[in-house]
T-cell receptor
């Protein structure tokens, strides 16, 4: 079956530090890959996505590249802000079924 | 604005009672919707797939008699937690993919259920 593995948190960074959250996946076929963000007390928001190999998703300074050869979709941001503090979920969508398989989530805490 | 609306956003109920959660797609038709459950500080786990006009498909380990799903129309799916117990307390989230074959899944705001 499909699975997503992402680095455990919490990740604590100072403002303006570089962020990497690792994500690897196992899937049959060619899934689409996503990063979702969940702010405290809120639902999930799509941060970025990539639908095929070598695609780069980007939004709000965050980036992730779909690497088929390493089955990875690592999330990066060059300079984090306090407002980026949230839980980040890596996920994949089996295009046949369209349900999402989520990673365990990584809590990011950015300190001023 | 939100394209999937979930209601209520939070509910407290007594043990043994039933709670209904609604999930509506606001500006598109959704023949399929998904229900997820999130325990505190954990990831989202798919509970079931709601299919308009047919029975829901439940994931392994999810009790279909406890979590009743009805996909009444192309824009509405409901999840009813029957005879709720404290262990059912959780965050429930619905999602709906838009468009045939589309890869975008829109999420509702989630419902925090507390059973006392």
């Amino acid at each position: 079956g499909n699975s997503v593995t992402q680095m455990e948190g919490p990740v604590t960074l100072s403002e303006e530090a570089f962020l990497t959250i690792n994500c690897t996946y196992t899937a049959t076929g060619y899934p689409s890959l996503f990063w979702y963000v969940q702010y405290p007390g809120e639902g999930l928001q799509l941060l970025l996505k990539a639908t095929k190999a070598d695609d780069k998703g980007s939004n709000k300074g965050f980036e992730a590249t779909y690497r088929k050869e390493t089955t990875s979709f690592h999330l990066e941001k060059g300079s984090v802000q306090v407002s980026d503090s949230a839980v980040y979920f890596c996920a994949l969508m089996d295009t046949g079924r369209r349900a999402l398989t989520f990673g365990s989530g990584t809590r990011l805490q950015v300190q001023p | 604005g939100a394209v999937v609306s979930q209601h209520p956003s939070w509910v407290i109920c007594k043990s043994g009672t039933s709670v209904k959660i609604e999930c509506r797609s606001l500006d598109f038709q959704a023949t399929t919707m998904f229900w997820y459950r999130q325990f505190p500080k954990q990831s989202l786990m798919l509970m079931a797939t709601s299919n308009e006009g047919s029975k829901a498909t439940y994931e392994q380990g999810v009790e279909k008699d406890k979590f009743l799903i009805n996909h009444a129309s192309l824009t509405l799916s409901t999840l009813t937690v029957t005879s709720a117990h404290p262990e059912d307390s959780s965050f429930y989230i619905c999602s709906a993919p838009r468009g045939r074959g589309g890869t975008e899944a829109f999420f509702g705001q989630g419902t925090r259920l507390t059973v006392v």
